[in-house]
Every structure is written in C-alpha cells, then in structure tokens.
C-alpha cells in the first residue's frame, strides 16, 4: 500500500540551529513530493514540491528538501532555524490525485 | 496571490443534524478535493472532484457525505447526518490544469460534533 512515513514525531531545535526533517515514502513508483507547513490553528502551506529533474529543491522561507531514490527519502532542510518556524510539518506523496500525507513532525523552537 | 477560502471557520452541531461546509476553490481551477484531520491526527484524503463529478473517494466518504458545485466558484460538503466521530478540521483544496499536480488548500473548517 502506498504510505509516508515521518519518523519523527516531535523535534525540538535551538534558534539559529540546522533542522532536518525525514520523510520516507512508499510506492509503486516515485511518487510527486511535498512538504506542507501547518502553524497553530491555521490551514496547510505549500513549501515545497518535487516531480522531476534536479533532486535538491528550494522553497518557500529558507527550505530546502532533497529526493534520494535509492532510499526512498525526500527529508526537508534549513541551515538555521528561526523561531517563527515553530510548526507542524507534514511530508505528502501523490502519484493519482488524491495526496497521502505522513503523520507530521511537530518542530519546536528555543530562544 | 489568489486563494482558496472557507466558511464557516467554526462550527458546533448536535449529533444528528446536517452540516454544510463551503469553499471556494483558487478561480481557474478545476480539480477540487476535501481533506480532514482529526485532532492531533494526520491529514486524510476524503474526495477528489472533476467536470461536475467524483474522481476518487476514500473509505471514509460513505452514503452521510456528498460534495456539490452548485454554481461557478463554490464547493461544498455535506454530512448528512453527523457523528461525534465527524468531528475533525475539514480542509478543502484546488488544483488547476498546467504544472498541475500542486494542491493549494484552505484555511480549513473545524467542526465539533456535540
């Protein structure tokens, strides 16, 4: 069955520190990847996406996701961490039309 | 930037009754799609909307739930009949046809079922 897995259920980082976000996917083929940011109370926000070609992708407000097909992965990245970045990050996979979503990555940020 | 709109934010209802969520999916799209996330959940796909008809729904849209474009620019969702397990952020999303396959949701609507 397709799925995405977001091992992690909750991080927690220092202002200014790197993060990195996994995401792991499973299914047929590769899917379409995305990674939505939910702050408290408010709706999904498109960060970033990949459907083909250069396998590192820039975002929206810093972040960067890298596919790698050999391990299924497609983990988001921010070299330094701001506090507004404090949210929940939700890893997605299409390949229809409907998306699959993973259980999210609860980030936490200290001053 | 052109966005996709809810209403109600909110909304409480008793067991038992219909409720009506609408939306107003990104102006040129046409691909609509209606997600819910139970609290503290992961979010889950509903049904997926096309030229005036279901493309795809999960085992979650039973004979309670219907979807409508009743005009141009709204979408909504009804359940008919609600149930305390209904109770859930319903999110709706749009897509248009070029570089096609990105969803752009909504603010969402949280619905408590009492």
């Known amino acids: 069955a397709q799925s995405v897995t977001q091992p992690d259920i909750h991080i927690t980082v220092s202002e200014g520190a790197s993060l990195e976000l996994r995401c792991n996917y499973s299914y047929g083929a590769t899917p379409y990847l995305f990674w939505y940011v939910q702050s408290p109370g408010q709706g999904l926000q498109l960060l970033l996406k990949y459907f083909s070609g250069d396998t590192l992708v820039q975002g929206i407000k810093g972040f960067e996701a890298e596919f790698k097909r050999s391990q299924s992965s497609f983990n988001l990245r921010k070299p330094s961490v701001h506090w507004s970045d404090a949210a929940e990050y939700f890893c997605a996979a299409s390949n229809t039309d409907k998306l699959i979503f993973g259980t999210g990555t609860r980030l936490q940020v200290f001053p | 930037e052109p966005e996709v709109t809810q209403t109600p934010s909110h909304q409480v209802t008793q067991m038992g009754q219909e409720v009506i969520l609408r939306c107003v999916p990104i102006s040129n799209h046409l691909y609509f799609y209606w997600y819910r996330q139970i609290l503290g959940q992961k979010v889950e796909f509903l049904v997926s909307?096309?030229?005036?008809?279901?493309?795809?729904k999960s085992e979650i849209f039973d004979d309670q739930f219907s979807v409508e474009r009743p005009d141009g620019s709204n979408f909504t969702l009804k359940i008919r009949s609600t149930k305390l397990e209904d109770s859930a952020m319903y999110f709706c999303?749009?897509?248009?046809?070029?570089?096609?396959?990105?969803?752009?949701f909504g603010p969402g609507t949280r619905l408590l079922v009492l």
């Open positions: 999303a749009s897509r248009g046809r070029t570089g096609a396959e990105t969803q752009y």
């Open positions: 909307f096309y030229n005036n008809e279901i493309s795809e």
